[in-house]
């Protein structure tokens, strides 16, 4: 898991530095809210919701097709008033703590998208997303594994600037997050299957750093025709 973290760290590093690569490029910020889901809250996607916030390196292979590196912070909470669920030792199940994350993720945009034109029309395209990464559990003290999957929403406002809103689940392979290795009732089987996750909500703001520098042929033709409208 410490492999996979590297690894995914190594790659952001290498695309920042090849500025010819930067053209086709966007970065990113993001700021939102997340969630846990587990033993102590099973299906509500909206209870005990934390901050969270990321950045982001994303290579544009093809205006319909992208891939993201990021690092991610999230809160992960629950206020252990729901009923039935207790810790271990008979307390109330309460807990709080934060989750580091790293993650490659692949876009498919359903329309050709691209951060970069003369600004006189917006560009926009829903995209899915989805890929692994590795995610450090405080409440835990470990690493696990994680699938992130999500669907979002990206427009090109201005020339190399955009806004993305994106939704999404990471689904872990760890079953501690808050304590709890099993299930409140043994016969209660929730569509997380006993393994805990979280879920993510946020708003980004991305720019194309070096806008000037000449770039992929594909984009090339995308930007022309944008320029002539």
């Given at each position: ?9 190594i ?12 053209r ?71 807990f ?134």
């Open positions: 898991m410490k492999s996979i973290f590297c690894i995914n760290l790659i952001l590093l290498t695309c920042a530095m090849n500025v010819s690569a930067q086709n490029a966007d970065w990113g910020i993001t700021a939102g809210a997340s969630n846990y889901i587990g033993e102590i809250n099973p299906q509500d996607l909206s209870r005990n919701p934390s901050v969270a916030g990321a950045m982001f390196f994303r290579y544009n292979i093809h205006p319909r097709h992208s891939i993201r590196v990021s690092l991610m912070g999230l809160g992960i909470r629950s206020d252990g008033d729901i009923p039935g669920a207790h810790s271990m030792n008979g307390n109330e199940a309460s709080s703590g934060f989750v580091g994350e790293m993650t490659g993720i692949f876009e498919f945009n359903f329309f050709p998208y691209s951060t970069e034109g003369s600004g006189r029309k917006i560009v926009s395209s829903p995209y899915l997303a989805c890929g692994a990464g590795v995610a450090f559990v405080s409440t835990a003290g470990t690493f696990t594994p994680v699938i992130p999957f999500s669907v979002g929403y990206k427009v090109n406002f201005h020339k190399n600037m955009g806004l993305e809103f994106e939704y999404g689940f990471r689904k872990t392979f760890y079953d501690n997050f808050d304590g709890l290795n099993d299930p409140i009732d043994p016969d209660d089987s929730t569509w997380t299957h006993n393994n805990d996750w979280y879920s993510f909500a946020g708003l980004a703001f991305t720019w194309k750093m070096f806008y000037d520098v000449i770039g992929c042929p594909a984009y090339g033709d995308q930007n022309d025709k944008r320029r002539r409208r």
